[in-house]
C-alpha cells in the first residue's frame, strides 16, 4: 500500500540505525542456504513419489531473549505451548500480536519406511516469515531469508527410520532496514507512526504460513525442473517442454493429453541431463478467461521402457504480449478488471485457508473480475493452480514492497542480493502457471522526497538516487525477461514517485489516490488530477497503463448523504468515477481496485481498530455498496465495455 503518508528519515538515522547492528542478520553466516532449485516441483505423489503433509498442531516456544540457540532448543522445547501450522502466531496466541522476535517451532514424526529403499528424502517449507533457521534431529540443516516464497532441504543422511524424527524450525520477524520488504529504522524514523514498526501498510504477520511436507524422489534416477512455455500458429497449438533430470538414464517421454482422454507421445533423449521437447497439438484449445482449457503434461523417464519418475503439470496453450496501447492475451487485446488481495484472515492471520481461497475465486466471478495482483508478495501455490482451473489472471508480486534508494550503498546492495534470490525463487516456483501473464519486481519503491519534480536533476543527492533507483529496477527487470522471456515485467510505481523510473517496463503499472491521500474530499480536483496524470504518463512512455491500486476506506454500515470519508457511498463514488475516467483512455489495459477485502495493519492514527477499511469486501467477505456496483458494471452491464 501507499507510503506517502509515512514520514520519510534523514540518512544520519539509517547510518545510527546501521552503526547499531541492525543491518546484517545474527543468523547471516551460521547455516548453509537451501537450492533454489529445490523449489522446482511441488512436492507430488504418485507411483514413483511421495508425499507426507506435516499441517497441524506443532509445539511452539517463544523466545525473546534468544537464548534458545545456545541452550540447544533444537534437542526439544522446555516449555512448549500448541500452535497451529499452517497459521500466523500474531493471531492465534493471547500477548502475542505484536510479537515479532524469536519463535521455535518442533515437530516429530515418522518418515514412512517404505520410502527407505532408493528414496532421496527432503523437507519443504512453503513460507516461513522471515529469517528461519531448520535442525533434523538436532543437526543444523540451513537457513533461509525471506517469507512468502518456499525453501527445501535434503535429509536423506539424517533421517531416523522405524522411530520419530525431530523437526525444528526457529523464526523471527524483525522489522530491519536492509530486509526486504524493508522494515523500520529506528524510533522517529520510517515506520515510527506504526505499531508495530514497519515500512509497509499491512500487518507484519510471522510464522509457518503454508504447508510444511516430507517428500520423496526416485534416487536412481528423477526429474529436478521441468519448464513449459506455449505459442500457436492458426490452429496448431505448441507446447515446448525443458526438462532437467539426475541419474543415468538418457530416456524419457512427454504425453500431452486432454479431458477427452487424447494423448500425444513426444520421446525424450537426453544430453547430459537436459533435454528438451515441442508438442504439436492440433486444432488446440487456448486458455483464456472465458475458457480455461488444461492439457495435462506428463513427463517421464525411462529405463528400456519402464518408467523410473515421472511428474505431471497442467498448463494451457496461450501467449502475453504487448503491442501499442495494449496487452494481448492469444493476440487480442485483453482488459484487465481485478483487484490487489491480501492473504489475510481473522485468527488465521496469513495462513493459507482453503475455504476462504475458494470464497474469494467465487465472489471475484461474481463480479466479473478476470484478474489480480498478489500484493505485496507471492500467494500459497494453490491460488495459482485453482486461477490456472477458473481462468483468472495473476499479476505475481514479489515481496519487494517499499524500497528506497537513499541510504547506505551496504544497505541498498543487500536488499538487492535479497530481491535477486527472491525473484529467482518466485519464478522458478510459479513459471508453469498459465494464469501468471506478468511479474511485478516492486511495489511503490520510494524516493526520499515524493513529488512530480523531486528527481528532476535539481541536485547531486537527486542525481544519485535517480541513477541507483533506475540501475537497480532496471536489472530485476531485465533479469525477470532474461528467466522467463514468455511473460511481461513490470513494477508498481508509487503516487509521486518518479516517471523516469518505469522506463524499463513492459506496463506502466501504477497507484493512485486522488480523492483520498490528496485532494481529500474534491472530486472535481481529484477527477481533474487524475487524468491529467494518465495523459502525461503515457504520452511520456508510450505504453498500455494498469490502475494497479485506487480506493478509498469505507467503515461497513457508515452512510452519508454528502461527500464524507469512510462512508460507503464515498468508496463507491471513487470507485465509480475512476473507471469512468479510465474508460475515456484507450490506453488504460486494466482497472484493479484497492482492496478486495479489508485486512490487518499496524496501529496507526489512520488506521481504525488498525485495519485497512478499502476493502470493496469485509474482512469476511460480506459485500458493501462498492461490491454491487462493480457487479453492475462488470456482470450486469455488457461485461467488459464500461
Known amino acids: 500500500m501507499i507510503d506517502v503518508m509515512k514520514s520519510r528519515s534523514c540518512c544520519f538515522l539509517l547510518l545510527i540505525a546501521l552503526a547499531l547492528g541492525y543491518s546484517t542478520s545474527m543468523y547471516a553466516t551460521e547455516f548453509p542456504k537451501p537450492s533454489i532449485k529445490d523449489i522446482s516441483l511441488y512436492p507430488q ?16 516456544q517463544v523466545d525473546p531473549q534468544e537464548q534458545g540457540e545456545d541452550e540447544g532448543w533444537f534437542n526439544g522445547l522446555p516449555q512448549p505451548t500448541s500452535i497451529a501450522v499452517p497459521g500466523s502466531w500474531n493471531d492465534q496466541l493471547e500477548n502475542q500480536h505484536n510479537y515479532l ?56 543422511d539424517k533421517v531416523k527410520w522405524n522411530e520419530k524424527n525431530r523437526i525444528t524450525i526457529m523464526v523471527e520477524n524483525k522489522q530491519q532496514p536492509d530486509r526486504v520488504p524493508t522494515g523500520a529504522l529506528v524510533d522517529g524514523a520510517l515506520g515510527s507512526q506504526n505499531y508495530p514498526s514497519s515500512n509497509y501498510d499491512f500487518f507484519p504477520f510471522s510464522g509457518l504460513h503454508r504447508s510444511v511436507w516430507l517428500y520423496s524422489v526416485p534416487k536412481t534416477a528423477h526429474i529436478n525442473d521441468i519448464t513449459l512455455t506455449t505459442t500457436f500458429h ?41 533435454a528438451a521437447v515441442d508438442v504439436e497439438i492440433l486444432n488446440v484449445k487456448l486458455w ?61 492471520g496469513r495462513g493459507v485457508v482453503q475455504p476462504v481461497m475458494i470464497k474469494d475465486f467465487s465472489l471475484m466471478k461474481w ?50 542480493e535479497l530481491c535477486d534470490q527472491m525473484l529467482q525463487e518466485m519464478i522458478t516456483r510459479d513459471k508453469n502457471h498459465p494464469s501468471v501473464i506478468m511479474w511485478s519486481v516492486a511495489n511503490e519503491p520510494s524516493p526520499r522526497t515524493l513529488g512530480a519534480n523531486v ?95 485506487f480506493g478509498a ?56 481498530r488498525a485495519m485497512n477499511l478499502k476493502g470493496v469486501f469485509t474482512q469476511d467477505r460480506k459485500p458493501k455498496m462498492a461490491a454491487w456496483l462493480l457487479k453492475k458494471r462488470w456482470v450486469d452491464e455488457i461485461q467488459g465495455n464500461y
Open 45 to 60: 505423489q504418485n507411483t514413483h513419489r511421495n508425499r507426507l503433509d506435516l499441517s497441524g498442531i506443532w509445539n511452539f
Open 101 to 156: 522476535g524469536c519463535s521455535w517451532y518442533e515437530i516429530e514424526t515418522f518418515v514412512p519406511s517404505t520410502w527407505k529403499n532408493d528414496q532421496e528424502i527432503g523437507l519443504r517449507f512453503g513460507s516461513a516469515v522471515y529469517m528461519a533457521k531448520v535442525w533434523l534431529n538436532g543437526q543444523p540443516l540451513g537457513q533461509h531469508e525471506g517469507g512468502h516464497l518456499p525453501f527445501a532441504f535434503s535429509i536423506t
Open 455 to 549: 528527481l528532476a536533476g535539481t541536485n547531486d543527492a537527486a542525481d544519485q538516487e535517480n541513477r541507483i533507483a533506475k540501475e537497480f529496477l532496471g536489472d530485476l527487470l531485465h533479469q525477470a525477461k532474461r528467466l522467463d522471456p514468455s511473460r511481461l515485467a513490470t513494477f508498481v510505481g508509487v503516487m509521486g514517485g518518479p516517471a523516469q523510473w518505469m522506463e524499463e517496463c513492459d506496463v506502466i503499472a501504477i497507484n493512485r489516490y486522488y480523492g483520498w491521500y490528496t485532494s481529500i474530499g474534491n472530486f472535481a480536483m481529484a477527477e481533474r488530477y487524475f487524468g491529467g496524470e494518465l495523459d502525461k504518463l503515457h504520452n511520456d512512455l508510450k505504453k498500455p497503463i494498469v490502475l494497479t491500486e
Open 234 to 274: 492458426g490452429s496448431t497449438g505448441i507446447i515446448h517442454a525443458q526438462i532437467e533430470k539426475a541419474g543415468n538414464v538418457q530416456t524419457g517421454r512427454v504425453v500431452v493429453s486432454d479431458k477427452a482422454g487424447k494423448q500425444l507421445v513426444v520421446p525424450v533423449k537426453f544430453r547430459g541431463n537436459e
Open 367 to 416: 463480479l466479473g473480475a478476470n484478474s489480480f495482483r498478489t500484493s505485496h508478495y507471492p500467494y500459497d501455490e494453490s491460488v495459482y493452480a485453482e486461477a490456472d482451473k477458473q481462468g483468472i489472471l495473476i499479476i505475481d508480486e514479489m515481496p519487494s514492497v517499499g524500497l528506497v534508494f537513499y541510504d547506505q550503498p551496504e544497505a541498498i546492495q543487500r536488499r538487492k
Open 553 to 608: 476506506d469505507a467503515i461497513a454500515g457508515s452512510h452519508a448523504t454528502e461527500d464524507e470519508m469512510f462512508s460507503e457511498e464515498y468508496q463507491q463514488k471513487m470507485i465509480n468515477a475512476y473507471l469512468d475516467i479510465a474508460n475515456t483512455k484507450s490506453y488504460v489495459s486494466g482497472m484493479m481496485i484497492w482492496a478486495f477485502a479489508d485486512f490487518k495493519t499496524a496501529q496507526a492514527l489512520m488506521r481504525v
Open 288 to 348: 483464456n478467461p472465458d475458457s480455461p482449457f488444461l492439457y495435462d503434461v506428463t513427463v517421464e523417464l525411462l529405463n528400456g521402457n519402464n518408467a523410473v519418475d515421472s511428474y505431471i503439470l497442467q498448463t494451457g496453450v496461450r501467449t502475453i504480449e504487448v503491442k501499442d496501447d495494449d496487452i494481448l492475451l492469444n493476440g487480442k487485446p485483453i482488459h484487465l478488471r481485478g483487484f490487489g488481495k491480501h492473504e489475510d484472515f481473522p485468527i488465521f
